[in-house]
């Protein structure tokens, strides 16, 4: 059932906060900033673009087609632009009769912690590194959803890279503090395996791979909403990007906050009335610190 509140617009795909719920998004990024700070993660803010090339590498395109949003823009040949000028025009269903195209090199963010990995990319880390940051990010589905299944969402991520067990200890730290932080909100969630929603899943072998041994666990609301996730990437992209540690690929991992869904799970358990949703900031010290 989609939330039936005042200070939300829905445009098909995507959400308009406003009010009590735009305030509401600002303090729970700002409780998971807080996280990252307790990690010692400095907050880095990235652009909406990333390079195609940057995706290829991961296999992205391969593995997530269906979920890809390309940036493109037309060829700037005058007699291109002329004939998209005198064809422009929306068809029944809101699409645009396009001319040809410049080569597409960028795509709209599809995960906020992509962009740390080619930040750090060919650099040799001295100790264990933490980053937090929040993106835009662009995801197609097959159908949306106010709050639950948006084209554009909002996602905070604090990412930990460095040796095996540095990695293991950060994603254990991050669990318990997020337990108390969920318990001071009053949110019941249970942490669920899950596998990434790859295309034609039953032949891709990471697929196979994340069935026979775990790396992803989501936070799961109400048995079908996950609001986030905790991610082991063992040394995957130590080796995509040449990021190293200790002469070897480094190890990263991620906890992962989609906040509108954050809101959701609250106006699901608390209600519309602001007044009866809890205190994020006092939650977040007594979980964060």
């Keep these: 059932m989609r939330p039936d509140h005042p200070d939300l617009r829905w445009r098909g795909n995507q959400a ?8 509401l998004y600002r303090r729970l990024d ?3 900033t807080r996280l990252g700070t307790a990690e010692s993660a400095p907050e880095v803010m990235y652009p909406t673009l990333l390079g195609a090339s940057h995706l ?17 823009n037309l060829d700037r040949d005058p007699d291109n632009l002329g004939a998209f000028a005198r064809g422009a025009g929306i068809d029944d269903r809101g699409g645009v009769a396009l001319t040809r195209l410049d080569p597409v090199t ?10 740390i990995y080619v930040d750090l990319a060919d650099q040799e880390l001295a100790g264990f590194r933490t980053v937090t940051t929040r993106a835009t990010c662009f995801r197609r589905e097959a159908h949306y959803t106010p709050l639950e299944r948006q084209w554009s969402f909002g996602m905070r991520e604090v990412v930990g ?25 009053g ?25 026979l041994d775990p790396v992803k666990t989501e936070m799961v609301h109400r048995g079908q909403l996950a609001i986030g996730s905790i991610n082991f990437h063992r040394n995957f ?13 480094v190890f990263s ?15 699901d358990t608390h209600g519309p009335d602001a007044a009866a949703w809890p205190d994020i900031e006092r939650a977040a010290q007594e979980a964060f610190s």
């Design 16 to 23: 308009v906060l406003a009010g009590s719920l735009l305030a």
């Design 30 to 32: 700002a409780a998971f």
């Design 56 to 72: 290829a590498k991961l296999d992205y395109f391969t593995s997530f087609p269906h979920l890809a949003t390309f940036a493109c």
């Design 106 to 115: 960028e795509v709209l963010t599809p995960a906020a912690c992509y962009h």
């Design 161 to 185: 890279l460095g040796g095996a067990e540095d990695v293991k200890g950060f994603l254990e730290r991050g669990r318990g503090r997020v337990d108390r932080f969920l318990a001071a909100l």
């Design 187 to 211: 949110l019941a969630i249970a942490w669920t395996p899950a596998t990434d929603p790859f295309f034609d899943a039953s032949k891709n072998p990471k697929f196979l791979a994340q069935k």
């Design 237 to 249: 992209f130590g080796e995509t990007f040449g990021i190293r540690h200790a002469g070897e690929p």
């Design 253 to 267: 991992g991620c906890i992962a906050f989609g906040l509108e869904r954050w809101i959701r799970a609250i106006l």
